[in-house]
């Protein structure tokens, strides 16, 4: 594998189901992201990780809860959903500098993201 | 706050016809600046980017851009334009440890 990679591809959930996303990078970088992308509106930055500790948190509801173990996975858990939470959700991943920004924690890659619809 | 703005939700272009999509942003000190695509189904793709230095900057696939501080600008360009070339076009600024994206331009191109 290579890059960021999501799964699954495509979610459909009911409102009331738990479920997860996932996201690898083997990219070997440090710093990784959520991103809520829908139609016709800009990407919207949900989490920020850096060196595995959440540095962002833009007042994502609860039912959105993430996690990340190491530097190379970062997962999404779902639960109590609205269908306006359908959505392709994306990961990102970066180098970020340990002492402070620099370019090369700007530079993000993008996996293919995971199409959310909730019923 | 940064913020960008992409003027053309939609262009239409011939092959082989030349393209521009327009990108305009805000943000107080030097910025770094970014070109994303994204053909359907999949994730974003980074084209280019510029930090400092030459002001314009080429990337792959054939564009470049072209930063303009005096018009807060980073205009995107291909001279010639291939059927593999529709898709969302997404310009992103940094600041604080974030990419704030434009809402994109959807490119169609046409036999």
């Known amino acids: 594998e290579t890059g960021v990679t999501q799964t699954p591809r495509h979610l459909v959930m009911g409102m009331t189901n738990k479920k997860s996303l996932k996201c690898e990078q083997h990219l070997g970088h440090n710093a990784m992201y959520w991103y809520k992308q829908s139609a016709k509106k800009p990407l919207e930055l949900m989490f920020v990780y850096s060196l595995e500790e959440r540095v962002e948190n833009n007042s994502v509801p609860s039912r959105f809860s993430p996690e990340c173990p190491n530097s190379s996975h970062l997962f999404l858990h779902l639960h109590t959903l609205q269908p306006e939470d359908s959505a392709l959700y994306l990961c990102?991943?970066?180098?970020?500098?340990?002492?402070?920004?620099?370019?090369?924690?700007?530079?993000?890659?993008f996996g293919p993201g995971t199409r959310l619809t909730v019923t | 706050a940064q913020s960008v703005t992409q003027p053309d939700i939609h262009i239409t272009v011939s092959e082989g016809a030349s393209l521009e999509l327009r990108c305009n942003y805000s943000?107080?000190?030097?910025?770094?600046l970014f070109w994303y695509v994204q053909s359907p189904g999949q994730g974003l793709q980074l084209l280019l980017k510029y930090f400092s230095g030459d002001t314009l900057v080429q990337g792959i696939k054939g564009f470049e851009a072209e930063f303009k501080r005096s018009q807060s600008s980073f205009n995107l360009r291909k001279p010639s334009v291939h059927w593999s070339d529709a898709a969302e076009y997404f310009c992103a600024v940094a600041a604080d440890y974030k990419l704030s994206f434009g809402a994109g331009t959807t490119v169609t191109v046409r036999a």
């Open positions: 943000y107080g000190a030097t910025p770094y």
């Open positions: 990102a991943s970066s180098q970020a500098s340990p002492v402070g920004p620099e370019s090369s924690t700007y530079e993000q890659y």
